[in-house]
């Protein structure tokens, strides 16, 4: 993590400069490289039509079907190339028990996580937010649940008006504590070319494990794998083997593997196949991990057999 302060702010020069000097400043190889740009985004946060614009585009163009929203907390400005910059806002959790678990859980209020991209924040409206910050380094560990992670606490810093934080991918874990007031941060994201391989990861810090994985794509991926050991027909293990063999996440061939013994059986993996499905520390720690499958997986829809419920 990197923090900039400012005694006071620049005028802005607009999102589409933002993104242009991102484009031809940053370097995509060095997360730290956007703190070239901590300026420009701090500037950038005091026009505070830029979130009432997105507002009033969804407004005006509500026929049209998606908004700059794409969920009730964050909002797409702009991208070019690997650069976003969004909007997320920061309410105040609500009274009643129940609502107040699932938008803590959706906001990762509290929740230790990092995250597969780098970003640099400032606060665009409201006292802004705290968080409690640790680093540790992905490269030094394999990346299954209940792994050993060396964490090391770098303190409690807040997002207020004169503060640019840089959140590298890999790298930091931190949890958002609700701000006194709703507020709001504006980000420049840089996302690389194989975010959508990569995990993000929910940490215990107390016990220093990664405690599980962050919905993300990869996460959708072995989510949807799931649906094929009850909804499957002919041609489903044929495709279930090549995804165990040739694709590069390593949790979307384990979960092509699982599904495929599920719905054929343990001989239907054989040595060649495995041994292609386990080609790194990841996939060998995932498939020894993993709890054995049911002896007969209810079958929802098949062609290949009996139809149950």
Same mark, same amino acid.
């Given at each position: 993590?990197?923090?900039?302060?400012?005694?006071?702010?620049?005028?802005?020069?607009?999102?589409?400069?933002?993104?242009?000097?991102?484009?031809?400043?940053?370097?995509?190889?060095?997360?730290?490289?956007?703190?070239?740009?901590?300026?420009?985004?701090?500037?950038?946060?005091? !026009?505070?039509?830029?979130?009432?614009?997105?507002?009033?585009?969804?407004?005006?163009?509500?026929?049209?079907?998606?908004?700059?929203?794409?969920?009730?907390?964050?909002?797409?400005?702009?991208?070019?190339?690997?650069?976003?910059?969004?909007?997320?806002?920061?309410?105040?959790?609500?009274? !009643?028990?129940?609502?107040?678990?699932?938008?803590?859980?959706?906001?990762?209020?509290?929740?230790?996580? !990092?995250?597969?991209?780098?970003?640099?924040?400032?606060?665009?409206?409201?006292?802004?937010?705290?968080?409690?910050?640790?680093?540790?380094?992905?490269?030094?560990?394999?990346?299954?649940?209940?792994?050993?992670?060396?964490?090391?606490?770098?303190?409690?810093?807040?997002?207020?008006?004169?503060?640019?934080?840089?959140?590298?991918?890999?790298?930091?874990?931190?949890?958002?504590?609700?701000?006194?007031?709703?507020?709001?941060?504006?980000?420049?994201?840089?996302?690389?070319?194989?975010?959508?391989?990569?995990?993000?990861?929910?940490?215990?810090?107390?016990?220093?494990?990664?405690? !599980?994985?962050?919905?993300?794509?990869?996460?959708?991926?072995?989510?949807?794998?799931?649906?094929?050991?009850?909804?499957?027909?002919?041609?489903?293990?044929?495709?279930?083997?090549?995804?165990?063999?040739?694709?590069?996440?390593?949790?979307?061939?384990?979960?092509?593997?699982?599904?495929?013994?599920?719905?054929?059986?343990?001989?239907?993996?054989?040595?060649?196949?495995?041994?292609?499905?386990?080609?790194?520390?990841?996939?060998?720690?995932?498939?020894?991990?993993?709890?054995?499958?049911?002896?007969?997986?209810?079958?929802?829809?098949?062609?290949?057999?009996?139809?149950?419920?």
């Amino acid at each position: 993590m990197l923090k900039q302060r400012f005694a006071g702010r620049a005028a802005p020069e607009g999102v589409a400069v933002l993104l242009e000097r991102a484009q031809r400043e940053v370097d995509p190889r060095d997360p730290r490289s956007l703190m070239a740009l901590a300026a420009p985004l701090h500037a950038l946060a005091g !026009d505070r039509t830029v979130l009432q614009r997105c507002i009033h585009h969804g407004l005006e163009h509500w026929r049209d079907g998606p908004t700059h929203f794409y969920s009730s907390q964050s909002c797409h400005v702009a991208s070019a190339g690997p650069f976003v910059i969004r909007i997320n806002l920061w309410p105040l959790l609500p009274a !009643d028990p129940r609502r107040r678990a699932i938008l803590a859980d959706v906001l990762s209020y509290f929740d230790y996580h !990092d995250h597969n991209f780098s970003f640099i924040t400032a606060n665009y409206a409201g006292p802004g937010y705290e968080t409690d910050l640790y680093s540790y380094d992905a490269t030094s560990m394999t990346g299954y649940p209940g792994e050993p992670v060396a964490l090391t606490y770098l303190g409690r810093h807040t997002l207020d008006d004169a503060t640019v934080l840089l959140y590298e991918g890999g790298k930091d874990v931190h949890r958002q504590l609700p701000p006194s007031q709703p507020s709001a941060s504006i980000n420049l994201m840089m996302t690389p070319a194989d975010a959508g391989l990569t995990n993000q990861f929910y940490f215990d810090v107390e016990r220093g494990v990664i405690r !599980d994985y962050v919905g993300s794509w990869s996460h959708k991926r072995v989510d949807a794998l799931a649906f094929a050991r009850c909804w499957h027909d002919r041609q489903t293990p044929a495709l279930l083997q090549q995804i165990l063999e040739c694709h590069p996440c390593s949790r979307t061939r384990i979960a092509a593997g699982q599904a495929l013994v599920a719905i054929a059986g343990p001989d239907a993996l054989g040595a060649g196949s495995r041994v292609r499905m386990l080609r790194d520390p990841l996939a060998r720690a995932l498939w020894d991990r993993a709890a054995p499958a049911p002896a007969a997986m209810p079958t929802i829809y098949s062609t290949t057999g009996r139809e149950a419920t």
